[in-house]
C-alpha cells in the first residue's frame, strides 16, 4: 500500500471516529482498541497497551496522544498529524460554530445553556469519583488530594495549580520510591521515532514552556499572550480533559477575556461534541478572537501533546522501569483528584446549582449518567432539554 492510500485510511478512519467517539477519554481508547486493533489490527495488543500506559504517564488528553502515536505507527510523523485532525476537526467545528451563535445571538442566558451547565457539574462530579477510586486508594494518596483540594480553593491563580503538582510529584516520590515496583519493559522499536528526534521534541517543549511566558510578560500581543496560556495550559494537565477546566478558567475568567456564564456554558456545549474534551480551548479562543482564534488556541494547547508524544517514546522504556519516577506520578496523580474536587465547587458548582430545581435536574442526570449507564450524549440532550423547560 503506496503512502498516500495510508494516509488517507487514517484520514478516513480517524474522522469517522471524531464524529462518533462519545464519552471521554476512557470511552475514547475502547473506540480506539475495537477500531485500530481488533478491526484493523494495526498494532498488536502489546503494543496498544504500552502505547496507552505511555499516555497515561504524560501530560496532555491521553486519547489524543494515543491517537497521535497510533497514527505515527501507522503511517510516520504525517500519518500522526492525520491522524490528529480527523479526530478533532468535527469538535473544533462544532465549538467554532457554537462560539460564533453566542456572541452572535447572545445565547449564553438560554435556559438550555443552564440546563447544559448542569450537565458539566454531573460530567465532572462523575469523573472525580472514578479517579479518585484509582488514584488514592490508600490513606497517604487521599491526603495529598485533600492538600491538593484546600490549596486550589484558598489560593486561585494560574500558578498555584502547577505548584500544588510539583510538591505533590515531590512528596510521592518520598513517599514511594521504594513501593512502586518495576513494571515490564516497552517495546518500542515499533514506533519510527529516532532519539534524535526525541530530544528535539522535548527540548522545543520545555523551551517554550520557559520562553513563552518571559515574552507574554514583555509583549502587548494578543495573541501571544493567548498562545502562552494556552500551551502552559496543555503543558500542565495530568489526569485528562477534565483537568484543563481550573486552569483555562483562571487563565482567560478573571482576566476578563470571557465572563464566567460564557465559560460555563462552553464547557456544557463541549460534553454534547464528540471527541476530545480540550477542545473546550476551540471554544474560548474563538470567543475571543472568532474562529481564527479558534483554530490558533487548538493548535496551542494541542501542541505539548505533539511535542511529548514524540519526544517521549524513544525513552519510555527507560522512564517506566524508573521505580522512582513512578513514585513521583502517583503523588501528581493523586493531587489531580484534589484539583478536580476543588474545579467541582469553584467554579462548576457555585455558577450552576444555585436553587433546588437545579440540584434536581442534576441528581437526575447523575442517576442516568452514573447508575442507569446511559450514553453521555443523551445526558446531554435531557440537560438542555430540562433547563429549556424549566429555567
Known amino acids: 500500500m503506496t503512502k498516500l492510500k495510508i494516509w488517507l485510511e487514517i484520514l478516513m478512519v480517524s474522522t469517522r471516529l471524531g464524529l462518533t467517539s462519545f464519552g471521554g477519554p476512557t470511552a475514547h481508547l ?67 460554530i457554537f462560539a460564533t451563535a453566542l456572541q452572535t445571538f447572545g445565547i449564553e442566558d438560554a435556559g438550555w445553556i443552564d440546563g447544559l451547565k448542569i450537565v458539566a457539574v454531573v460530567v465532572v462530579a462523575h469523573a472525580i469519583l472514578g479517579m479518585a477510586k484509582n488514584l488514592t486508594p490508600d490513606i497517604k494518596r487521599k491526603t495529598i488530594a485533600l492538600f491538593a483540594l484546600v490549596v486550589t480553593l484558598l489560593w486561585q491563580t494560574a500558578y498555584t495549580q502547577i505548584a500544588v503538582i510539583l510538591i505533590a510529584g515531590f512528596i510521592g516520590y518520598l ?44 509583549s502587548s500581543s494578543q495573541w501571544i499572550t493567548m498562545f502562552d496560556s494556552f500551551y502552559r495550559s496543555g503543558s500542565l494537565v495530568f489526569g485528562g480533559g477534565h483537568v484543563v477546566l481550573p486552569l483555562l478558567e483562571q487563565e482567560f475568567v478573571p482576566t476578563g477575556w470571557l465572563s464566567e456564564q460564557e465559560f460555563l456554558a462552553g464547557y456544557g456545549a463541549a460534553q454534547a461534541v464528540p471527541g476530545p474534551l480540550f477542545t473546550f480551548a476551540t471554544y474560548i479562543g474563538a470567543v475571543v478572537a472568532g474562529w481564527q482564534g ?98
Not at 514511594?176 to 534524535?196: G, H, M, Q, T, W
Open 30 to 96: 475502547g473506540y480506539f482498541h475495537e477500531e485500530y486493533i481488533r478491526r484493523r489490527k494495526w498494532m498488536d495488543e502489546k503494543s496498544y497497551a504500552d502505547l496507552v500506559a505511555l499516555c497515561q504517564f504524560l501530560p496532555g488528553p491521553a486519547s489524543s496522544q494515543v491517537g497521535i502515536g497510533l497514527g505515527v505507527m501507522r503511517g510516520g510523523i504525517i500519518g500522526g498529524i492525520i491522524s490528529f485532525l480527523g479526530f478533532t476537526l468535527p469538535s473544533v467545528i462544532a465549538l467554532i
Open 294 to 391: 479558534g483554530l490558533f488556541a487548538t493548535f496551542a494547547i494541542f501542541l505539548p501533546a505533539f511535542l511529548l508524544i514524540l519526544g517521549t517514546l524513544p525513552f519510555w522504556d527507560d522512564l517506566r522501569s524508573n521505580p522512582k519516577i513512578k513514585g513521583a506520578l502517583m503523588g501528581v496523580n493523586a493531587s489531580v483528584v484534589g484539583i478536580l474536587f476543588s474545579a467541582l465547587y469553584h467554579p462548576i458548582w457555585t455558577s450552576s446549582i444555585q436553587e433546588s430545581i437545579d440540584f434536581a435536574i442534576a441528581a437526575i442526570l447523575f442517576c442516568m449518567l452514573v447508575y442507569w449507564k446511559l450514553p453521555p450524549w443523551v445526558v446531554v440532550l435531557v440537560g438542555a432539554i430540562a433547563g429549556f423547560l424549566f429555567l
Open 175 to 218: 513517599l514511594y520510591r521504594e513501593e512502586a515496583s518495576k513494571d515490564e519493559k516497552l517495546n518500542v522499536s515499533l514506533f519510527p521515532i529516532s532519539k534524535k528526534l526525541g530530544y528535539f521534541c522535548l527540548a522545543l517543549f520545555f523551551g517554550l514552556l520557559i520562553f513563552l511566558p518571559i515574552l507574554s510578560n514583555f
